[in-house]
């Protein structure tokens, strides 16, 4: 938790500074737009009409489409904050200068102003109330919308609320919750004591307003102030995981600039150059499709992940032709094949079916259907293509080897539900990891982890001890591969910089301090 | 002086000032009376470049309105309104300083200048030059209104239904400080109503307008007892018992009175 509280102040500068650097921009020009378009009425529809669809595109949408074109970190998440802005600014300074008493606006003609006198002496100060009520929506709006940030290597508060729900961790996701409610209500109250500030006190406001808009938005900039040559992006989980970044930290000593990034654009942003260091799985497709490079986990902070068919004890007993087919993958998968399949499902969208026909076929393993009716197989996955290719593999060993019929309940979301389904005899098996079965279903002692993790024969032994214990269920013999976390680089950057394990890493940081 | 030569002002095909030409020797006042529509705002606001004319010509003091800059033209053309179209967030002296800051004055000058007008417009300026607009009275607001338009000296002043918006009691106090104002003698005025008691009251001469076009110009007798037509003089139907009774007892006050008197003798 102290570890946590230094972020804490870092990201809610972090959040301040892109609320305030993406309203400066929306001021700059949403103002000067809003007063265009009081001069021009044919360009009024559309001006309002383009940055009212702007606001109605749904915020992670547009952070989406900023990514190919602005990449990863604070200009796409500005960009994306300050289009959000744009609206209330450009809607209120129109409807404010609007909403000056004609007779006022025909005064000010009489008396003899010019044009930009009837502006900064007349239309903008009575506008005041008005346009400060747009730049007042707009600042908290950027504060909710902010959070989002964290998705794409931004930072803010959002880097603990996404970890926090990716850990389900409620007292991580209150931690960046709170700030951000609080951030929003404070700003909010600030900003209509301006509004309602008198005729008077406007002029010094409209004089100051820019100074603390650039004073807050200076903010963002302080985190990167120190700074190391390279730049890390790690997930949300990944950050808040002890075998993700604390362990990183507290093992290896490893000290990198590290932002957070969603896992969706996380690979594509080291391919890009945009980040050099990330927190992978090893046998992510990606991991071919962009040229990574594995860095070893030589001092074994990440629990191994080997992936093994759970299944029910009452089915084994009940087919003992169950267990020998099954287990007819064990082995045959490592890292690099598994990588390899999950690369032709994810990159080049083959069918998981596609892919584990081939597969088997390959291996010589494949046989036609016997299309037997002795009994049912209920085969679960998690959602995500690794599992329906090791599931489809499943099925067809089963069909081909065994009179049994199969029935694949695919997509059964997370650990929890596949888990649940299992236990409440709502399906027979499914692939689970020894690293997840651990940490996510038995929850053992921080000292018993730490004795564990390390020893993959250690970890699967202990699991599926306390599985058949506990819950009647069987693991059986691991399928070969290790999906565990992994920190990639790219493969050429790596080998430059001769770094091949994670100690590399730490030591060239070291060295190499700027 | 100020020459009108042939104006029209065509709103979507409908002529709100149908070629109209007068000229206004300096010092004049002239009222245009008229009903609502009958253009008279449209042609007092052309004549400050308030509304551009869509044919015809306008000078002032020989010079046309048309050839110099709109905001140099205005400042030396004061205006009043209906209503009083004081600047909210301006305090009362900010606002009758509006002119001469514009023109550049010095501070001190401004400040003299302004409590002099609140002085002349029975505005204390203790009190009152640096409250807001809001903190005042209908007829206080007009009073600093007039005052505004005054500030700078302005040889010409345009004056849209200046009493309109007040209160018959109101009207009648603020209408007598401002026929009290030194000031005025000099000045070219130009005020429209169609309050033809303030028209009889205020007009060297009066301009009845009807559907764009002057039907008659001349003072208000002229119009009262020599009507052009039978426009004008329905126009005047209504009041023009009491009008003509103001009329003669103004040029005959003293006789009226001794028949007061002599009426009052007998009786006692």
């Given at each position: 938790?102290q570890?946590?509280?230094?972020?804490?102040?870092q990201q809610?500068?972090?959040h301040i500074?892109?609320?305030?650097?993406s309203l400066l921009?929306?001021?700059?020009?949403g103002?000067?737009?809003?007063?265009y378009i009081t001069r021009?009425?044919k360009?009024?529809g559309?001006?309002?009409?383009?940055a009212?669809?702007?606001q109605?595109?749904?915020?992670?949408?547009?952070?989406?489409?900023?990514?190919p074109?602005?990449?990863?970190?604070?200009?796409?998440?500005i960009?994306?904050l300050?289009?959000?802005?744009l609206?209330p600014?450009?809607?209120?300074t129109?409807?404010?200068?609007?909403?000056?008493?004609?007779?006022?606006?025909e005064a000010?003609?009489a008396?003899g102003?010019?044009?930009?006198?009837r502006?900064?002496r007349?239309?903008?100060?009575?506008?005041f109330p008005?346009?400060?009520a747009?730049?007042r929506?707009?600042?908290?709006i950027?504060?909710?919308v902010g959070?989002l940030?964290a998705?794409?290597?931004?930072?803010?508060?959002?880097e603990?609320i996404f970890?926090?729900?990716?850990?389900?961790?409620?007292?991580?996701?209150l931690?960046g919750?709170?700030?951000?409610a609080l951030?929003?209500?404070?700003?909010?109250?600030?900003?209509?004591?301006?509004?309602?500030?008198s005729?008077?006190k406007?002029?010094?406001?409209?004089?100051?307003?820019?100074?603390?808009l650039l004073?807050?938005s200076?903010?963002y900039?302080l985190?990167l102030?120190?700074g190391?040559?390279?730049?890390a992006?790690?997930?949300?989980?990944f950050?808040?995981r002890?075998?993700?970044?604390?362990?990183l930290?507290?093992?290896?000593?490893l000290?990198?600039?590290?932002?957070?990034i969603?896992?969706?654009v996380?690979y594509?942003?080291?391919?890009e150059k945009?980040?050099d260091?990330?927190?992978?799985?090893?046998?992510?497709?990606?991991?071919?499709?962009?040229?990574l490079?594995i860095?070893e986990?030589d001092?074994?902070i990440?629990?191994?992940y080997y992936?093994?068919p759970?299944i029910?004890k009452?089915?084994l007993?009940?087919y003992?032709e169950?267990?020998?087919?099954l287990?007819?993958?064990?082995?045959?998968?490592?890292d690099s094949?598994m990588?390899?399949?999950?690369?032709k499902?994810?990159?080049?969208?083959q069918?998981?079916e596609?892919?584990a026909?081939?597969?088997?076929?390959?291996?010589?393993l494949?046989?036609t259907?016997?299309?037997g009716?002795?009994?049912?197989i209920r085969?679960?996955?998690k959602i995500?293509p690794?599992q329906?290719?090791?599931?489809?593999?499943?099925?067809?060993?089963?069909r081909?080897?065994?009179?049994?019929?199969?029935?694949?309940?695919?997509?059964?979301?997370?650990?929890?539900i596949?888990f649940?389904?299992?236990?409440?005899d709502?399906i027979?098996?499914?692939?689970e990891?020894?690293?997840t079965?651990?940490?996510?279903?038995?929850?053992?002692?921080?000292e018993?982890?730490?004795?564990?993790?390390?020893?993959?024969d250690?970890?699967?032994?202990y699991?599926?001890?306390?599985f058949?214990?506990?819950?009647?269920l069987?693991?059986l013999?691991p399928?070969?591969?290790?999906?565990?976390?992994?920190l990639?680089m790219?493969r050429?950057?790596?080998?430059?910089?001769g770094i091949?394990t994670?100690s590399?890493?730490s030591n060239y940081?070291?060295?190499?301090?700027? | 002086?100020?020459?009108v030569?042939?104006?029209?002002?065509?709103f979507?095909?409908?002529?709100a000032?149908?070629?109209?030409?007068?000229?206004?020797e300096?010092?004049?006042?002239?009222?245009?009376?008229?009903?609502?529509g009958?253009?008279?705002t449209?042609?007092?606001?052309?004549i400050n470049r308030?509304?551009?004319p869509?044919?015809?010509?306008?000078?002032i003091?020989g010079?046309?309105?048309d050839?110099?800059?709109?905001?140099?033209?205005?400042?030396?053309?004061?205006?009043?309104?209906?209503n009083?179209?004081l600047f909210p967030?301006y305090t009362?002296?900010e606002?009758?300083?509006?002119v001469?800051?514009?023109l550049g004055?010095?501070?001190?000058?401004?400040?003299?200048?302004?409590?002099?007008?609140?002085?002349k417009?029975?505005?204390s300026?203790?009190k009152?030059?640096s409250s807001y607009?809001h903190?005042?009275?209908?007829g206080?607001?007009?009073?600093?209104?007039?005052?505004?338009a005054?500030?700078?000296?302005?040889?010409v002043l345009?004056?849209?239904?200046?009493?309109?918006?007040?209160?018959p009691i109101?009207?009648?106090h603020?209408?007598?400080?401002?026929k009290?104002?030194?000031?005025l003698t000099?000045?070219?005025?130009?005020?429209?109503?169609?309050?033809?008691?303030?028209?009889?009251?205020?007009?060297?001469?009066?301009f009845?307008?009807?559907?764009?076009?002057?039907?008659?110009?001349?003072?208000?007798?002229?119009l009262?007892f020599q009507?052009?037509?039978?426009?004008?003089?329905?126009f005047f139907d209504?009041?023009r018992?009491q009008l003509?009774a103001?009329?003669?007892g103004a040029s005959?006050?003293s006789a009226?009175?001794?028949a007061?008197?002599?009426?009052?003798?007998?009786?006692s």
């Amino acid at each position: 938790m102290q570890e946590q509280s230094g972020k804490l102040l870092q990201q809610t500068l972090q959040h301040i500074g892109l609320t305030f650097i993406s309203l400066l921009i929306a001021v700059v020009i949403g103002l000067p737009l809003g007063i265009y378009i009081t001069r021009n009425k044919k360009a009024a529809g559309l001006v309002l009409g383009l940055a009212g669809v702007l606001q109605t595109i749904p915020s992670i949408a547009l952070l989406g489409f900023m990514i190919p074109l602005l990449g990863i970190g604070p200009i796409p998440a500005i960009t994306a904050l300050f289009l959000y802005a744009l609206l209330p600014i450009i809607r209120n300074t129109f409807t404010g200068i609007e909403g000056v008493d004609p007779v006022v606006k025909e005064a000010a003609i009489a008396m003899g102003m010019t044009g930009a006198q009837r502006l900064f002496r007349v239309e903008l100060i009575l506008a005041f109330p008005v346009i400060m009520a747009g730049i007042r929506t707009a600042t908290v709006i950027n504060v909710g919308v902010g959070t989002l940030a964290a998705y794409i290597a931004a930072g803010g508060l959002g880097e603990f609320i996404f970890g926090g729900i990716a850990l389900n961790n409620t007292n991580m996701i209150l931690a960046g919750a709170i700030p951000a409610a609080l951030l929003a209500i404070v700003l909010d109250l600030l900003l209509s004591r301006v509004q309602k500030m008198s005729a008077r006190k406007r002029r010094t406001a409209v004089g100051v307003m820019p100074v603390i808009l650039l004073l807050f938005s200076s903010f963002y900039l302080l985190p990167l102030a120190y700074g190391t040559r390279l730049l890390a992006g790690f997930t949300p989980e990944f950050m808040g995981r002890k075998d993700g970044d604390i362990g990183l930290r507290s093992v290896y000593g490893l000290d990198i600039r590290t932002v957070v990034i969603s896992d969706a654009v996380m690979y594509k942003a080291a391919y890009e150059k945009k980040l050099d260091v990330i927190s992978g799985y090893s046998t992510d497709g990606r991991l071919k499709a962009y040229d990574l490079a594995i860095l070893e986990d030589d001092k074994k902070i990440f629990p191994p992940y080997y992936a093994a068919p759970v299944i029910r004890k009452e089915i084994l007993a009940k087919y003992e032709e169950l267990a020998p087919v099954l287990n007819r993958l064990a082995g045959k998968i490592d890292d690099s094949i598994m990588t390899e399949l999950n690369y032709k499902v994810e990159y080049l969208h083959q069918s998981p079916e596609q892919c584990a026909h081939d597969f088997l076929l390959a291996q010589g393993l494949y046989k036609t259907p016997r299309n037997g009716t002795k009994g049912l197989i209920r085969l679960g996955s998690k959602i995500f293509p690794e599992q329906y290719i090791l599931t489809n593999m499943y099925a067809m060993l089963i069909r081909g080897y065994t009179d049994l019929q199969v029935e694949t309940k695919t997509g059964l979301g997370g650990t929890k539900i596949c888990f649940e389904a299992l236990v409440n005899d709502k399906i027979d098996m499914y692939p689970e990891y020894t690293g997840t079965a651990l940490l996510a279903i038995l929850h053992p002692t921080q000292e018993l982890i730490g004795r564990l993790t390390g020893n993959r024969d250690s970890v699967y032994d202990y699991v599926r001890r306390h599985f058949d214990e506990r819950y009647g269920l069987t693991w059986l013999i691991p399928i070969g591969f290790n999906n565990a976390y992994a920190l990639m680089m790219r493969r050429e950057a790596a080998r430059q910089l001769g770094i091949r394990t994670i100690s590399d890493l730490s030591n060239y940081l070291k060295k190499n301090k700027s | 002086m100020i020459v009108v030569k042939n104006i029209t002002k065509i709103f979507d095909g409908y002529k709100a000032v149908d070629n109209i030409s007068f000229t206004v020797e300096k010092g004049e006042t002239i009222v245009f009376l008229g009903m609502s529509g009958c253009g008279k705002t449209t042609l007092l606001k052309m004549i400050n470049r308030l509304i551009g004319p869509s044919s015809g010509e306008i000078w002032i003091d020989g010079r046309k309105v048309d050839d110099q800059r709109p905001e140099d033209l205005r400042k030396k053309i004061g205006y009043v309104f209906q209503n009083n179209g004081l600047f909210p967030h301006y305090t009362i002296a900010e606002n009758i300083g509006t002119v001469p800051r514009l023109l550049g004055w010095d501070k001190e000058k401004i400040r003299a200048r302004t409590v002099a007008l609140m002085e002349k417009l029975h505005l204390s300026p203790d009190k009152y030059a640096s409250s807001y607009p809001h903190q005042l009275s209908g007829g206080q607001q007009q009073r600093v209104g007039i005052a505004r338009a005054l500030a700078a000296y302005p040889p010409v002043l345009l004056m849209d239904e200046p009493f309109g918006a007040l209160d018959p009691i109101t009207r009648a106090h603020v209408k007598k400080d401002f026929k009290e104002l030194d000031e005025l003698t000099t000045k070219t005025i130009i005020l429209v109503t169609h309050d033809i008691q303030e028209a009889v009251e205020l007009a060297d001469r009066i301009f009845l307008l009807d559907k764009g076009k002057i039907v008659q110009d001349g003072t208000p007798d002229h119009l009262l007892f020599q009507p052009a037509n039978e426009y004008v003089k329905s126009f005047f139907d209504d009041q023009r018992f009491q009008l003509e009774a103001t009329r003669i007892g103004a040029s005959d006050y003293s006789a009226l009175q001794r028949a007061f008197d002599h009426f009052k003798n007998r009786q006692s």
